[in-house]
């Protein structure tokens, strides 16, 4: 059993700045890539940010050069350093993150966490 849970999420004004948090636990040999993805009501889900195993971060233009994504890969954390966030970041933020188990290799969903920005 794999369980991801996201943490972090609230309300900010314009130009504030939130962390959000993703933990990942269970029975895990190994993570592979972690990312960030966000839905806004009546939107698809996007991308926002990954980070490979070995580091490489890869990020929604979007977002570039605000956002930082970052991970602890012994403790299976993941993290979302977003700055300057304005209206448009308003959104349900979801952690995806490729697990080695024992067993399998799959990809697990957090529940995600709400992130509005206040204009």
């Known amino acids: 059993q794999v369980h991801v849970v996201e943490s972090g999420g609230g309300l900010v004004q314009a130009g504030g700045s939130l962390r959000l948090s993703c933990a990942v636990s269970g029975s895990i040999v190994s993570t592979d890539n972690m990312a960030w993805y966000r839905q806004a009501p009546g939107k698809q889900r996007e991308l926002v940010a990954v980070?490979?195993?070995?580091?490489?971060?890869r990020y929604a233009e979007s977002v570039k050069g605000r956002f930082t994504i970052s991970r602890d890969a012994a403790k299976n954390l993941v993290y979302l350093q977003m700055n300057n966030l304005n209206p448009e970041d308003t959104a349900n933020y979801y952690c995806n993150t490729y697990v080695r188990a024992p067993w399998s290799y799959s990809a697990y969903w957090g529940q995600g966490t709400q992130v509005t920005v206040s204009s």
């Open positions: 980070i490979s195993s070995d580091g490489r971060t």
